[in-house]
T-cell receptor, first 113, second 113 residues
């Protein structure tokens, strides 16, 4: 069973504070993870990724942390800005399925002014 | 700077009608994908292609057919539309599979009544 789970459908954060979006996976064979961001009426756009050989990857305001023992990753956005309001998807390529991406259900992030 | 372009953006079909969704990319990518997104769920892969003239089934291929006659185009066909195919459809392309960024079109919202 190769699942990627995002258990929080939505998250509301004050502008300027930290946003933390979580993602859990069930298969320890996953060794690479990607985060995508999606605005309404647009397609997803790639945000940041992490390989299982690392436990952290940072790109500007965005940092992804990977905890392999807990099969958990999180995306931190600091500081949160109004333009960060979007749906965030976690995804992982499945090695046993020709590297097809397995997607989480997404978390809607709302940044309050 | 088109990237991935999908046509049409919206469509309403009656049950049993057929239609074709067109996806075009101008990035010379080998890999192309068709996904559907339903409320509360992540993106699910319908079909994909690893190069011109090739197609393969994804997670939810039933009721759909695809063709990749030219490298830049990937067509998704519904031969006999059903209400269960009401969804938002996304096309994507990438230069490699799995661990690389995929570029998405803006989506096609299809309603089958």
């Amino acid at each position: 069973d190769q699942q990627v789970k995002q258990n929080s459908p939505s998250l509301s954060v004050q502008e300027g504070r930290i946003s933390i979006l979580n993602c859990d996976y069930t298969n320890s064979m996953f060794d690479y993870f990607l985060w995508y961001k999606k605005y309404p009426a647009e397609g997803p756009t790639f945000l940041i990724s992490i390989s299982s050989i690392k436990d952290k990857n940072e790109d500007g305001r965005f940092t992804v942390f990977l905890n392999k023992s807990a099969k958990h990753l999180s995306l931190h956005i600091v500081p949160s800005q109004p333009g960060d309001s979007a749906v965030y998807f976690c995804a992982a390529p499945a090695r046993g399925s020709n590297y097809q991406l397995i997607w989480g259900a997404g978390t809607k992030l709302i940044i309050k002014p | 700077n088109a990237g991935v372009t999908q046509t049409p953006k919206f469509r309403v079909l009656k049950t049993g009608q057929s239609m074709t969704l067109l996806c075009a990319q101008d990035m010379n990518h080998e890999y192309m994908y068709w996904y559907r997104q339903d409320p509360g769920m992540g993106l699910r892969l319908i079909h994909y292609s690893v190069g011109e003239g090739t197609t393969a089934k994804g997670e939810v291929p039933d009721g759909y057919n695809v063709s990749r006659l030219k490298k830049q185009n990937f067509l998704l066909g519904l031969e006999s539309a059903a209400p269960s195919q009401t969804s938002v459809y996304f096309c994507a392309s990438s230069y490699a599979q799995g661990r690389t960024e995929a570029f998405f079109g803006q989506g096609t919202r299809l309603t089958v009544v």
